[in-house]
């Protein structure tokens, strides 16, 4: 520790240990308010608990709190840890929002003062947290560090820093730049021989700024003259200190330095000639450097991952000669690792928007700004996926792809126009392979019609001539020999199925004025085939729409997404961001919303008989249907949901004694059909296979607060 910071050092020390709560420490950039963060985390891990955070840009208050609830519950202890979650105690910290639940940060904190409050006095817990002035503006930042230690137990302590003063800490200490006298102490420490002219010459061209200071003690190594220039001393420095470096080095870290964040696996994708374990081993070696900041370890990786100091970077990023090669390589690295988690998945906007966010950042800095659609699938084509690869990515990336005007749907329905136009032109070994290619053509036919009313292009095929075109394709083809032998009994139903969607979604996507019923009687029409009429549907959709109507759930869902999202999205104001809280965002959100609808089924299910009332009406609509099929599979279905969400209760059997009873009326059904398409011992009452999405919801501990 450097003699000129012994008192402070010091008496901060003994302020910890008197019991003070809060401490603050404050000064410029590269006044060394990180070092002495770290100096003081090192002293005191030898008698407290301590966990150190870093805020970057981008960060808010709220992904501190919850990253700040991560740590507790990992310095408290499993079994703490679990009761707190399972009992979500409440302490009435912070202001309760309408609708869904209280808002994101309040609960956080609430949870977290829960938590605080098991430390004991004997092993007392310390947060250390760098760069606090990165949260938001001072005064917000300053309301949120009162909030927060109002918030803690009176066992753990929390000392931040960053460039903004907070005089409501229980303690504070201003850095400043070091004096004359603190100036030599400093050199003077691994240089005792240096002289006063020398000293003289650096004080007056550096003005004491420890930053530079250092820059220039590790830059000079065992020479103790310094040969200062008269101007641009501190550009000097800089240069000086990279020249100290290996040539290994010294490349290494002017190649990355766009990068918010180094670790070995992004490293070694954007450095051509850099491998993993090279990259690892550079990084080590970077991490003895005065510039260069450990910040723990992916949460995604498990890589140790590094920064370098915000005023080196700035220097490095502007010495760059091609920083748009790097911002490429870094997005092609975040698009890869994007496939690999939106691959199979049931969810892929769900699973994809970190990285998807991530090379965001980096396609920005290339077009300075957003990049137009066509330039976004430009960059997507230096990734050289195969059709069916590069359109898993596209359902994965283009909700949240960087195009001007959000122009999502835009960009889905091109990608699909030409993943259809790849199938149609493969060339068919088999009239099986034929039939093959042809169906799968029909059904992403649907899917690109489907899309085209939420984009602002004007195709050369509307989504009506492509509807068209499909209902010509499902006549012209045999799509029931698609399937094996044993099967095309029950395929039957497939040709007039994909009728079925056509005439609906063109039905929907016509405007008002244009809608002239043809389509809608059509769809009517393939379902009177199968014994399901007008009044029973028409029965069904009214019920639907009165329970919309009455029940808020929907609504409740939207604002808690869309209040999620835009805390997320916020994440991307500045172009830095630490992947770490952005994972923890993304694992927080998907919790919230399989917790969201797990209440909102429990709610509905547990809490109002105005669902079984729901489930009744739509079941005497079925009824009036001519094949008892549909109102047995209602039925089921309902008791199935019912038996997944509360399974004791009366209202679950009384649904499955209706489906066995409706499961009869279909056997009686089906002694009358030569050849039923469904026969109903094959039904199952007792049993059905949900998505893994569904069972996940059902399994997942759904404690927000409903209305009715």
Not at 111 to 119: N, P, T
Not at 191 to 197: A, I, M, R, S, W
Not at 382 to 401: C, D, K
Request: aromatic share 10%; glycine share 6%.
């Amino acid at each position: 520790m450097p003699r000129m910071r012994e008192d402070e050092f010091y008496s901060v020390l003994q302020a910890v240990d008197d019991g003070v709560q809060t401490v603050h420490i404050s000064g410029q950039p590269g006044v060394g308010k990180s070092t002495f963060l770290e100096d003081l985390e090192d002293e005191l891990s030898e008698w407290y608990r301590t966990r150190v955070l870093y805020v970057r840009e981008g960060n808010t208050p709220t992904t501190l709190s919850q990253d700040l609830l991560i740590e507790a519950r990992d310095a408290v202890g499993t079994l703490s840890a679990l009761i707190n979650r399972a009992t979500g105690v409440s302490v009435g910290i912070g202001p309760v929002s309408g609708g869904v639940s209280t808002d994101d940060r309040a609960r956080h904190l609430r949870k977290l003062a829960s938590l605080s409050e098991s430390v004991n006095e004997y092993k007392r817990l310390i947060f250390f947290v760098d760069d606090v002035h990165k949260l938001d503006e001072p005064e917000v930042t300053r309301d949120f560090l009162r909030e927060l230690s109002s918030t803690l137990g009176e066992n753990v302590h929390l000392i931040t820093a960053g460039r903004l003063t907070f005089e409501d800490a229980d303690y504070t200490v201003h850095l400043e730049t070091f004096s004359r006298e603190e100036t030599a102490n400093y050199l003077q420490e691994e240089y005792p021989n240096v002289d006063d002219e020398t000293i003289d010459g650096v004080y007056e061209n550096l003005e004491g700024h420890p930053y530079y200071l250092g820059l220039l003690r590790e830059a000079a190594g065992d020479d103790s003259t310094f040969e200062l220039p008269t101007e641009d001393t501190r550009d000097f420095i800089e240069r000086a200190y990279l020249d100290s470096m290996s040539a290994e080095e010294e490349e290494f870290i002017r190649k990355t330095a766009g990068l918010a964040e180094l670790d070995e696996a992004i490293c070694s994708a954007v450095l051509d000639d850099v491998s993993s374990t090279q990259a690892r081993r550079i990084l080590d070696s970077l991490s003895t450097k005065a510039v260069v900041q450990e910040l723990g370890r992916s949460e995604d990786t498990g890589d140790r991952v590094f920064k370098v100091h915000d005023l080196f970077q700035e220097f490095l990023y502007e010495q760059l000669d091609n920083p748009e090669q790097l911002h490429r390589a870094a997005f092609q690295y975040y698009a890869g690792r994007l496939y690999d988690e939106v691959e199979g998945s049931e969810a892929p906007m769900l699973e994809g928007f970190v990285y998807g966010l991530l090379g965001n950042a980096h396609l920005e800095e290339i077009y300075d700004g957003d990049p137009e659609v066509e330039q976004f699938r430009e960059e997507v084509d230096r990734l050289e996926f195969e059709p069916h690869e590069r359109l898993q990515l596209m359902f994965g990336y283009a909700p949240y792809a960087p195009t001007p005007g959000d122009q999502s749907a835009t960009l889905l329905a091109l990608e699909l126009d030409d993943y259809t136009e790849w199938i149609r032109g493969l060339e068919p070994e088999d009239d099986g392979e034929e039939l093959k290619f042809e169906f799968v053509g029909v059904l992403f036919d649907l899917m690109r019609a489907t899309v085209r009313p939420n984009s602002d292009v004007d195709f050369e095929e509307s989504s009506v001539e492509i509807y068209e075109s499909t209902l010509q394709r499902v006549e012209d083809f045999d799509f029931v020999a698609f399937f094996d032998e044993d099967e095309q009994d029950a395929a039957q139903i497939i040709p007039d199925m994909l009728r079925l969607c056509v005439h609906v979604s063109a039905h929907r996507d016509l405007e008002e004025g244009e809608r002239d019923g043809e389509h809608l009687a059509a769809a009517y029409d393939v379902l009177e085939k199968y014994g399901l009429n007008r009044v029973a549907i028409e029965g069904v959709i009214d019920n639907c729409r009165e329970l919309a109507e009455e029940y808020e759930a929907g609504e409740q869902a939207e604002e808690m997404i869309e209040g999620q999202m835009e805390e997320f999205f916020g994440q991307f104001d500045q172009d830095d961001a630490t992947r770490n809280t952005l994972i923890r965002m993304q694992s927080d959100l998907y919790s919230e919303m399989m917790e969201l609808a797990n209440s909102a089924f429990t709610a509905m299910i547990s809490e109002s008989d105005r669902l079984l009332e729901f489930i009744h009406e739509c079941g005497d609509s079925l009824e009036q249907a001519d094949n008892p099929f549909f109102v047995a599979a209602w039925y089921s279905f309902a008791a199935h949901v019912y038996r997944m969400f509360a399974p004791n209760a009366d209202s679950t059997r009384e649904l499955e004694e209706a489906a066995q009873h409706y499961a009869e009326v279909r056997m009686e059904y089906e002694e009358d059909l030569d050849n039923p398409i469904y026969e109903i011992e094959e039904f199952e009452v007792y049993d059905m296979d949900f998505p893994d999405l569904m069972n996940e919801i059902a399994s997942s501990d759904g404690d927000r607060q409903l209305t009715e």
